[in-house]
Structures are given as structure tokens and as C-alpha cells.
């Protein structure tokens, strides 16, 4: 690679002036290998520490109560620089999740990492993590959640609306949207009880589920033909 086209600013930013590239990855070298656990830009930086989402993702994962999980850095009032956010989906083939409480999963970081690291993790459950087709998380949506949930905060009176064309779409983990009450990810079901569209209220105020499911499923049949042909 020689330069970015027409963006000198970005050529900088990624090649130095010995010529290196620097890719924006996280890496640790163990045994003489190279291992790539996180990205760069990804980092959350806690109190001057920087900790990789990724690291609490991996303990988060060994929970025998936790089908899945996501971990992104948010303000907080009370700490000049960000803190860990765990979005947690508790399983549901175990009748103990049910007891499994946001101080459960902090003990259980506090347990396996150090505590610069999770002493300020905030956890939220949530029903599914936002991913691609890959399977790649996808913090974006997550905090654009955080973003909506700030908006709310401060304006109280929008705390009843969910804009639905924030909905993520189709994907393995189920038709998510995201809750404008709480910034989590909801099943379609709960964004059909709430949302108000115009015209397509049925006579309860609601979105009927089939035509919510219906949008949704035909956005994403669009996507794939797209991506077929192009």
C-alpha cells in the first residue's frame, strides 16, 4: 500500500514515516506466535488503563449462564474517562438464569480479571447481540443505543417513541430492534406493542407483528438480492 486516494490526512494517520503500516490491530505474542485479540479504536480507555472489550467478552463467555455476550466503553458522570458496558444474554435452557442478577456477572469479572479493568463494569441484559452475517459484533448499533438512551434522559417525553427505521434486521440471532426506553435490543414483538407509524396503527394504536415482520423480512430480502447482483 502506498497512500489513501486523495486523503493525505488518513495516509498519515496509518503509514508513519519509516514506512510502516500500522493496522489498527491488538496484539499479544505467546509461545512465538502471534495472536490478534482486539482492535485499536476498540480499546476502553478506564481511568488511564486501556482495556480490550474482547478480554471481558472471552470471561463473560465461560459463564455456564451466559449464551452471549458484547462489552463497549460509555461516559459516565462519575469517571473522567469511560467505562465498560456488558450487554449480556442470559440462556434459556437453564431455569437459574433466572436468578442471575447484573452483581452475579460483575463478581464473576471481579474473579477472573483485574479489577482496573471490571471494577467500574456496568452490566445490561438484553435478548440477542447485534451481529453481522459474519458473526461480527456490531458496537456500532450498541452505541447508538447508548446514544438513544442519553437522549431520553434528557428529554423524557420522547421515551415512548421507537423509530423504526433504527430496526437492525434479520438476522441468526432473531428480528432485534432497539428499545428508545432503555437503549437495549428487544425482540420485533415488544418494538410491535409499542411502536406508533402513521397510518398503519391498527385500531389499538399498534403495529400488527405480521406487518412489522413483513417490512422487515422484505428490507432484508432487498439486501440480498442487492448483494446478489451487484
Known amino acids: 500500500m502506498q497512500n489513501y486516494i486523495s486523503n493525505v490526512a488518513a495516509t498519515r494517520e496509518t503509514i508513519d514515516s519509516d514506512g510502516w503500516l500500522h493496522t489498527g490491530d491488538v496484539a499479544t505474542i505467546k509461545d512465538g506466535k502471534i495472536y490478534v485479540v482486539d482492535r485499536k479504536k476498540e480499546l476502553i480507555k478506564v481511568r488511564g488503563w486501556q482495556v480490550a472489550p474482547a478480554e471481558l467478552e472471552g470471561v463473560l463467555l465461560t459463564h ?42 460483575k463478581t464473576f469479572l471481579l474473579q477472573h480479571l483485574a479489577k482496573y479493568k471490571v471494577g467500574d463494569c456496568e452490566v445490561r441484559f438484553c435478548e440477542s447481540i447485534p451481529k453481522s452475517m459474519s458473526g461480527k459484533i456490531l458496537r456500532k448499533l450498541l452505541r447508538e443505543g447508548v446514544e438513544r438512551e442519553s437522549m431520553v434522559e434528557a428529554n423524557p417525553a420522547r421515551a415512548s417513541e421507537v423509530d423504526m427505521g433504527r430496526v437492525a434486521g434479520v438476522q441468526e440471532t432473531g428480528v432485534v430492534a432497539v428499545n428508545e426506553k432503555t437503549g437495549l435490543l428487544v425482540e420485533v414483538k415488544e418494538v410491535a406493542e409499542e411502536a406508533n407509524v402513521g397510518d398503519m396503527r391498527d385500531g389499538d394504536g399498534r403495529v400488527p407483528l405480521a406487518l412489522v415482520v413483513l417490512l422487515i423480512w422484505l428490507r432484508w430480502v432487498w439486501a440480498r438480492l442487492l448483494r446478489l447482483f451487484a
Open 64 to 105: 455456564p449462564l451466559i449464551a452471549d455476550a458484547a462489552v463497549i466503553g460509555v461516559s459516565h458522570s462519575d469517571v473522567p474517562t469511560e467505562i465498560p458496558r456488558a450487554y449480556v444474554v442470559r440462556k434459556t435452557d437453564n431455569v437459574a438464569t433466572l436468578s442471575l442478577s447484573p452483581a452475579d456477572v
